[in-house]
């Protein structure tokens, strides 16, 4: 994360991203710490959870276009950067119709569950991304 920054930071939203990002990440294992711990309940810290993995999601594809930009990310990294982006507003929407959904067909509906699949597939391609981006780091964007 940190890395990427640096080599985009000439651009003011790369900078603020980034600092969102890092913010967003300090904040997600805190308050899965304090879970973990029995500090806080479930219930209490899944809001602020979800939130700061959707804004490290975003980040995901505002860096990696930025990463394109200044020649630092490979084609690949990039589309899977913008892919996992743009699959936090299409999983959002989603979820809130199996939400709907499972609200009008009563107790017992997994509506909701096929809704979270989008917003799923988005969090299960940041690893890949994050690889994508050390051998981009490691090798170059076209090593």
Excluded: Y
Excluded at 10 to 34: C, N, V
Excluded at 46 to 59: D, E, I, K, R
Excluded at 106 to 131: K, N, Q, R, T, Y
Aim: include cysteine; aromatic fraction near 8%; glycine fraction near 12%.
């Amino acid at each position: 994360m940190i890395w990427l920054g640096q080599q985009t930071q000439i651009e003011k939203r790369s900078r603020r991203w980034t600092a969102i990002a890092l913010t967003a990440s300090i904040a997600a294992t805190l308050l899965q710490l304090l879970l973990v711990t029995g500090v806080l309940p479930f219930a209490i810290q899944v809001g602020p959870v979800a939130v700061s993995v959707m804004l490290l999601l975003c980040w995901t594809g505002i860096i990696s276009s930025a990463g394109r930009r200044h020649h630092v990310l490979s084609n690949s990294t990039v589309r899977l950067g913008r892919s996992v982006m743009w699959a936090v507003p299409v999983g959002v929407a989603a979820f809130a119709v199996g939400i709907g959904i499972s609200a009008m067909q009563g107790e017992g509906s997994w509506a909701w569950v096929v809704g979270g699949l989008p917003g799923a597939l988005a969090w299960l391609a940041f690893p890949l991304w994050v690889l994508l981006v050390a051998r981009d780091a490691a090798w170059g964007p076209h090593g």
